[in-house]
Nanobody, 114 residues
Framework: VQLQASGGGLAQPGGSLRLTCETS????????MSWLRQAPGKELEWVSS????????YYHYTVKGRFRISRDVAKNTVYLQMNSLKSEDTAVYYC????????WGKGTQVTVSS
């Protein structure tokens, strides 16, 4: 099982980044997928989730209206489009798959700074 997050980097406040999580080794289309993040010195925080069929999405109130989660079943990939970035979005972002069993990937660093 592999979940590989990418797309992080340095962005200016108000800018955008698109995170990608490529997966393999499990039945991606049946798994509930999420993005979580951990800022320096803070606890892990849930950011967004999407149902296995993509029909429903959920967002933490701090990112609602700015971030959008999506998935591509053909590519076994989940995305997080992040717009209007703020300094408080700086964190390591992780993708997670869950269906009874939970799978985690290595994170990607997002830094929002001028």
């Amino acid at each position: 099982v592999q979940l590989q997050a990418s797309g992080g980097g340095l962005a200016q406040p108000g800018g955008s980044l698109r995170l990608t999580c490529e997966t393999s080794g499990f039945s991606f289309s049946t798994y509930y997928m999420s993005w979580l993040r951990q800022a320096p010195g803070k606890e892990l925080e849930w950011v967004s989730s999407i149902w296995s069929d993509g029909s429903l999405t959920y967002y933490h109130y701090t990112v609602k209206g700015r971030f959008r989660i999506s998935r591509d079943v053909a590519k076994n990939t989940v995305y997080l489009q992040m717009n209007s970035l703020k300094s408080e979005d700086t964190a390591v972002y992780y993708c997670m798959g869950r269906r009874g069993i939970t799978y985690w990937g290595k994170g990607t660093q997002v830094t929002v700074s001028s």
